[in-house]
């Protein structure tokens, strides 16, 4: 078995910065990708960054040129670099990773097989 763990969630004001990190443990893992998602309250999980072996990025509209993804994939650890947050970026953030590499579902919650259990954000005034 996999377990993914995120730390670093909390509450910040808008203008804000805070880091995300993931780690994997458990059984001899290979990863392939790792991808970050979010819940804000009341709406469904959303793509929010992917990172790839060889370092490949990608990210949702909403947060480019506001959040960096960064880590090592091979090492199952990852990196979620959040700044000039805002209100609208409060949500339950989750770690996701996957063995597998499918093209065209780096963006979708069925492109990964292991989730961590979320750490929360919340920006607030």
């Known amino acids: 078995q996999v377990q993914l763990v995120e730390t670093g969630g909390g509450l910040v004001q808008p203008g804000d910065s805070l880091t995300l990190s993931c780690a994997a443990s458990?059984?001899?893992?290979?990863?392939?990708?790792m991808g970050w998602f979010r819940q804000p309250p009341g709406q469904g999980r959303e793509f929010v960054a992917a990172?790839?072996?060889?370092?490949?990025?990608f990210y949702a509209d909403s947060v480019k040129g506001r959040f960096t993804i960064s880590g090592d994939v091979a090492k199952s650890t990852a990196h979620l670099q959040m700044n000039n947050l805002n209100p609208e970026d409060t949500a339950v953030y989750y770690c996701?990773?996957?063995?597998?590499?499918?093209?065209?579902?780096?963006?979708?919650?069925?492109?990964?097989?292991?989730w961590g259990q979320g750490t929360q954000v919340t920006v607030s005034s």
């Open positions: 990172i790839a072996r060889g370092g490949y990025t």
């Open positions: 996701a990773t996957t063995e597998t590499l499918i093209t065209g579902l780096t963006r979708q919650e069925r492109g990964y097989d292991y």
């Open positions: 458990g059984r001899t893992f290979r990863s392939r990708r």
